[in-house]
């Protein structure tokens, strides 16, 4: 028997995304996955799940569903109010759910993306070159190639243990960006000083044209270089400027190769901030070295790694949670016999 989630309300574009298609963009295939990587891997990590495990990623207003079987979820990314059979439950943490429940996903208050991690293996689709994500351009990868329809059922294994289910749930305060700091990109000496002080200074803010593909930022134009490129690989977070001088911050589902000039690469720690950021915040670009963004990677990443390590010290700490598979059922039998 298959175990599934039966779509009721897609909400306003939800699909299956993982970490991705890694190492095939050099054959022409968009690497895709999740736009906030650490919501992703926090909602795997808060259900036990590997941290690349696919899950349901959504955009500002998420999705209803029914359970056709018992299961742990995890809700997090934008800030948003969800009720599971009506009653309100809360995001980053560890929620159980019985057959035959309906999840409700609100719209979101803040931020653009949010993610929902399934127990037990995540969503179980087929991979396709080595991903279960969506790429909706291509029609590749989730449930035949796009967004999730009314009526759909999403495969998933049933899970009735989860050490921890307690302790698993971390507090978490929303950043307003203010500096968004990039390294040099490939074409930094091709724009002149003017260019590079401008774009250091001035305040930019996320326009109304912002997709997987690319946000395009507002702000006075740059100066373009006049020397024509060669087409080249592209890079999750490459800021390229085009030829009427404005910036594009390439994401997840960004073409395989691209002829712009890139001024700039936003580092991996503010990356996940400025993807859930709504258009009309301002904020500037700072620039940093490889040194002090590893550092920033690092600081972002220990977040995860101490919420892992709780999670650990939790296991047997009262109450301890669903560890034991059979004892679950058992107890199940001895409320259905009452």
Same mark, same amino acid.
């Given at each position: 028997?298959?175990?599934?989630v ?7 574009s939800t699909?299956?995304?993982?970490r ?5 963009q ?17 909602a ?12 349901l990623?959504?955009?500002l ?11 742990f979820?995890a809700?997090?990314?934008?800030k948003?109010?969800a ?14 759910v ?6 409700n996903?609100?719209?979101?208050t ?5 993610y ?18 969506t790429t ?5 990868g989730?449930?035949d190639?796009t967004?999730l329809?009314?009526g759909?059922? /999403?495969?998933?294994?049933e899970?009735?243990v $989860?050490?921890? #289910?307690? =302790?698993?749930?971390?507090?978490l305060?929303?950043?307003? !960006?203010?500096d ?5 990109g ?15 200074n ?11 593909m690319g946000y395009?930022?507002s702000?006075?134009?740059l ?7 060669l ?6 977070g490459?800021?390229q ?12 589902d ?9 001024i ?21 670009? /700072? ?5 002090e963004? $590893?550092?920033? #990677?690092v =600081? ?5 790694n101490?919420t892992f !390590? ?12 669903p ?8 107890e199940?039998?001895?409320?259905q016999?009452?």
């Open positions: 028997m298959i175990d599934f039966k779509i009721l309300n897609p909400g306003l699909t299956i995304q993982d991705g298609r890694t190492g095939h050099i054959e022409g295939f968009p690497e895709s996955g999740a736009m906030d990587r650490f919501s992703f891997r926090l795997n990590m808060l259900v036990n799940n590997p941290l690349s495990t696919a899950g990623e959504f955009v207003a998420g999705p209803t569903m029914k359970f056709s079987c018992d299961t979820i809700i997090t990314g934008g948003l109010k009720t599971l059979n009506n009653k309100p439950i809360e995001q980053n943490r560890a929620v159980q019985s057959a035959g429940s309906i999840l996903v609100g719209q979101m803040e931020g653009n993306y949010g929902i991690a399934f127990a037990n293996g995540g969503v179980t689709t087929r991979p396709v070159l080595d991903s279960c994500s909706l351009r291509t029609g590749m989730g449930i190639g967004a329809q009314h759909d059922n /999403v495969p998933i294994i899970s009735v $989860m050490p921890s #289910l307690n =302790a698993r749930k971390i507090s305060q929303p950043e307003q !960006i203010q968004v700091h990039f390294v040099e490939p074409h930094w000496n091709m724009f002149s000083e003017a260019a590079h002080k401008q774009f250091s001035q305040e930019y803010e996320i326009s109304e044209q912002m997709d997987r395009r930022l702000g006075e134009p100066e373009t270089p006049e020397k024509s490129l087409s080249e690989g592209t890079v999750f490459n800021i400027i085009t030829r009427d001088g404005s910036p594009i911050v390439l994401m997840a960004r073409q395989t190769t691209g002829g712009y000039p890139v700039g690469t936003v580092i991996a720690a503010d990356l996940v901030d400025l993807i859930q950021t709504r258009p009309g915040v301002k904020f500037r670009f /700072v620039k940093v070295g490889l040194d963004a $590893m550092d920033k #990677l =600081a972002k990443r220990k977040i995860l101490d !390590i709780k999670f650990y010290e939790n296991r047997y700490d009262e109450p301890i949670g560890i034991r598979r059979k004892s679950v059922r058992i199940k039998l001895i409320k016999s009452k």
